[in-house]
């Protein structure tokens, strides 16, 4: 295994009424003691475009402008960067600023239960009335040592799982994407449909459905989806599991094997069971699959600067109804950037948090990162980057995202954020497809280990 290598980035600002850090002066920022002698270490996920990477750049150097004080950051390959912030937090160092989009629902909840991160509060309540409840919601974390919830992460970012699809490649079977049926036996018996029509015309290498049949956290987060489909509510708002109720059972055995028939049926490439959470957007982009699903606008963020190719070749279409004819709920899931507890600069991190979170700043990155994640400040909608009625894919994420959605379970309970770690469904689904498990046996050992992992937490 190759190490994961950072890029250091120190950003400093030399001029006319620099402070000299020698000195240790101190200043007060929107409420917050300022001691200008330090400075602040920040670990960041790489962006998947450079814009993304840019906009956090000029937002640091503004903020140091402003303020005065040296930071370092470190970009972080996406993939390594939770098992980076346990390291360094094993080793008594870690940084005083993370973010990862895959944090919230794998890192986050037990950080906040064990008293490893900042309370900031002081940066998220001034904001409340600017935040959706939802938002507010999902960085509201327990804290087992202090025994009450607080706000534990700042909210800067949402996204949801997302359906996309070739119009072109639909175009040459003659279907568009406005003819795909809302039911939900109807609207998957099509893509295998139109998958049996294009081997007809000669295209024996494309496959209909791009679903991950792997343990990449993708397919964590997809299958997620189907469970909402089937009404299977794993977990109730106290945090309490449901697995005893036999309507959830049967609810988990359903969604099991509707998903790994995509692939019993030949419907999903046969590489599908060995997918990193790369490889569904790699197969999709090279026209081997039809349709996928994909947590944030990524797969045509990637296609932005080809107009032809964003606006006319993909589509985004939202995810049909549940098969009781009920409309999906989606899962919102929040990107959230946290301070951690053994940090000794706390009040410099909040400040900068504080600066970051203003709406100007948050948008100059939330649009930096091509509109793969959607504002958590409602104001900031009416800007004509999220209404721009020619855009078809943000417009979609945004009518997903302002209906009636669900809450990630992790939001009620730390411990189910260890059940996405260790990748239950993920296990079960590779299970049925390689090692020929029937989908009765997958969902008892599913079960079964969910309810270890909650008899297991401390």
């Not at 279907?175 to 809302?182: A, E």
């Not at 379970?409 to 689904?429: C, L, M, R």
């Not at 390689?434 to 997958?442: K, Y």
Request: hydrophobic share 40%; with cysteine.
């Amino acid at each position: 295994m190759q190490r994961r290598q950072f890029t250091r980035l120190s950003l400093f600002l030399f001029g006319l009424g620099l402070a000299d850090c020698s000195k240790n002066q101190v200043e007060s920022t929107k409420g917050f003691t300022i001691n200008r002698s330090n400075s602040l270490r920040i670990w960041w996920s790489q962006g998947y475009y450079p814009e993304e990477t840019d906009a956090l750049k000029e937002i640091i150097a503004r903020w140091t402008q402003k303020s005065g004080i040296k930071v370092e950051l470190s970009l972080l390959s996406e993939k390594d960067t939770l098992k980076e912030l346990n390291n360094a937090i094993a080793a008594g160092n870690p940084p005083d600023i993370f973010y990862s989009i895959e944090a919230d629902t794998q890192i986050i909840p037990r950080l906040a239960w064990n008293n490893q991160l900042a309370d900031v509060s002081e940066v998220v309540e001034p904001l409340e009335k600017v935040y959706t409840g939802s938002v507010l919601q999902s960085v509201s974390y327990l804290n087992n040592v202090a025994k009450k919830r607080s706000y534990y992460a700042v909210p800067i970012m949402q996204y949801s799982v997302y359906i996309h699809c070739w119009q072109d490649l639909l175009a040459a079977i003659g279907k568009t994407p406005d003819v795909i049926p809302n039911d939900w036996q109807g609207f998957w018996q099509f893509w295998h449909f139109a998958q049996q029509q294009l081997r007809r015309q000669g295209q024996q290498t494309i496959y209909a459905i791009g679903l991950p049949m792997s343990e990449a956290s993708d397919t964590f987060d997809i299958f997620e989806n189907f469970l909402e489909a089937y009404n299977v509510k794993l977990i109730n708002s106290n945090g309490r599991l449901r697995l005893d109720n036999p309507q959830v059972r049967q609810g988990i055995t359903a969604a099991l094997g509707k998903y790994t028939n995509f692939y019993k049926n030949g419907t999903v490439p046969p590489e599908a069971v060995d997918w990193g959470n790369t490889d569904n957007n790699i197969a999709f982009l090279s026209r081997t699959t039809l349709m996928t699903a994909n947590p944030s606008l990524s797969i045509p963020g990637s296609q932005r600067q080809d107009q032809a190719i964003y606006t006319k070749q993909l589509a985004t279409v939202p995810w049909p109804n549940k098969p009781k004819v009920e409309p999906m709920k989606p899962i919102a899931s929040i990107g959230q950037v946290i301070l951690l507890e053994r940090s000794d600069k706390k009040q410099v991190a909040k400040d900068f948090l504080s600066y970051l979170v203003q709406p100007q700043n948050l948008e100059t990155y939330i649009q930096g990162s091509q509109g793969r994640f959607v504002s958590v400040l409602p104001k900031a909608l009416p800007d004509r980057f999220w209404n721009d009625g020619t855009d078809p894919h943000i417009s979609v994420a945004l009518k997903q995202l302002q209906q009636t959605t669900r809450l990630p379970y992790q939001a009620f309970t730390p411990i189910y954020a260890e059940v996405q770690s260790q990748n239950v469904w993920g296990k079960a689904i590779r299970r049925i497809v390689v090692d020929g498990l029937s989908v009765v046996q997958a969902t008892n050992q599913a079960i079964a280990q969910i309810k270890q992992i909650f008899a297991d937490w401390k």
